[in-house]
């Protein structure tokens, strides 16, 4: 397993971090590289550190990917994005859907959304006067009910009173 050679100091005083120096190395322009991963089949989710300015580059990961391990990494990335595109065109074809119907909405100049809301309101007017009743009927039970208790509570008091009495 050879290592690519890095041109240009590393950053040696940086802290190690799982065998990874924390800090990417300088180039010889004493500029700092970037660190990427290269998505490529020959190398799926390996690090490089990268010179944005010269183009240089050296690998940061110290072994070559190999095996499943290899496999595993270029098939999340094929259906990675096999589902970008699916969710491209999903969105495009929700982008021509939505310009149809809004197409349509204008075309009939909103008179098909008088008549739905004038049907919406009819739904509601009926539903409150459902809920009218049914409040109504609550309320004749719950006059009934204080009534009979408080019929009950005089008769009980008067046998109290009686008994006391007596």
């Known amino acids: 397993m050879e290592k690519t050679p890095s041109f240009g100091s590393s950053a040696s005083s940086g802290a190690r971090v799982d065998g990874y120096s924390a ?3 300088l180039y010889h322009c004493s500029r700092m590289t970037k660190t990427t991963k290269a998505w490529t089949d020959d190398n799926p989710g390996r690090r490089f550190n990268r010179c944005t300015v010269h183009g240089f580059f050296s690998w940061a990961d110290l072994e070559d990917p190999c095996g499943w391990q290899k496999l595993s990494l270029i098939e999340a990335r094929d259906q990675i994005r096999r589902q970008q595109l699916e969710i ?5 074809k929700l982008r021509e859907g939505n310009q149809q119907i809004l197409q349509q909405e204008e075309a009939t100049n909103g008179t098909s959304c008088v008549a739905i ?11 409150l006067q459902v809920e009218l ?10 006059k009934q009910f204080l009534l009979i208790s408080w019929g009950g509570f005089l008769a ?5 009173v009686a008994t006391l009495k007596g």
């Open 156 to 160: 009980i008091t008067t046998i109290i």
């Open 23 to 25: 800090l990417p190395p």
């Open 117 to 127: 809301s004038m049907d919406d309101k009819a739904l509601e007017i009926t539903r």
């Open 133 to 142: 009743l049914n409040a109504s009927d609550r309320e004749k039970m719950l």
């Open 88 to 92: 491209r065109q999903l969105k495009e």
